[in-house]
């Protein structure tokens, strides 16, 4: 299938998403938001493929929304709005319940809502130049689901400071590193090598072993997530998880 904001690709039984606006640095128009769903769900659904990657082309990760293209889409933003407000988000693995572990390669800045993609993979891997920011509250924006996924993946302190200081605070891969939200830091140039390395060795085990341990490993998380889901959505955001009624993902 033909994607126009995405590179969907196969190296083994890696799967490889690839964010591919590295003129916007990778953030996030209207057709990205739509390809994402297809994207996710091909893999996933492809036997050969036992574990995946995301990245970014160029040299960001990912930067969250593309305000100035939305500004000029305004259907696509009132819907990115709802789905916000409705935890209706299908952006990331966990948004659509994926069982094929994932393994998110950090190649450059993570702002924003690009952090959706590290807190919701299995393994995080970053380059030496990578940076992680939520500038959210720096352009007078409420919106705590990265914040919440933050503090889930390591220190609440961390997190409050990242969101708190928004554009004035930024996490070097290193930094991220000590503070669990990275598990594993390489020079740019072999980052590719090493996210596919870790991948070969998720996808050598027996895939329902595998399938069944990512879910088990969610599954410990979802009780305390939900909790503070419902919180932030008292709090006015819409909750991005699945509601208490909706079972477990993945």
């Not at 299938?1 to 890696?14: F, I, K, N, Q």
Request: hydrophobic residues 45%.
């Amino acid at each position: 299938m033909a994607y126009e904001s995405l590179e969907v690709t196969r190296d083994g039984p890696v799967g490889w998403l690839t964010f591919n606006r590295p003129r916007a640095l990778n953030a996030m128009d209207a057709t990205m938001m739509a390809e994402l769903p297809r994207a996710w769900r091909e893999l996933d659904a492809d036997p050969q493929v036992r574990c995946i990657v995301v990245t970014g082309a160029g040299r960001a990760f990912h930067t969250g929304l593309d305000m100035a293209a939305l500004a000029r889409d305004k259907e696509s933003l009132r819907e990115s709005s709802r789905r916000t407000r409705d935890a209706a988000l299908e952006l990331t693995g966990w948004h659509l319940g994926i069982g094929t572990p994932v393994v998110a390669a950090v190649n450059g800045v993570c702002a924003g809502g690009g952090l959706h993609f590290v807190v919701d993979a299995d393994v995080v891997i970053a380059a030496s130049t990578a940076t992680f920011l939520d500038p959210h509250v720096s352009v007078g924006q409420v919106s705590n689901w990265e914040a919440v996924g933050l503090a889930r993946r390591g220190a609440f302190t961390v997190a409050a400071r990242l969101v708190l200081l928004g554009a004035h605070e930024r996490l070097s891969a290193q930094r991220a590193r000590q503070l669990g939200l990275v598990s594993e830091v390489v020079p740019p140039e072999s980052l590719r090598e090493a996210a596919q390395r870790v991948a070969l060795a998720i996808a050598a085990a027996p895939v329902e072993v595998v399938r069944a341990r990512k879910a088990a490993l969610w599954r410990a998380q979802e009780t305390w997530r939900a909790q503070e889901t419902w919180r932030v959505q008292e709090m006015g955001s819409g909750p991005v998880g699945p509601r208490e009624d909706e079972g477990v993902r993945p």
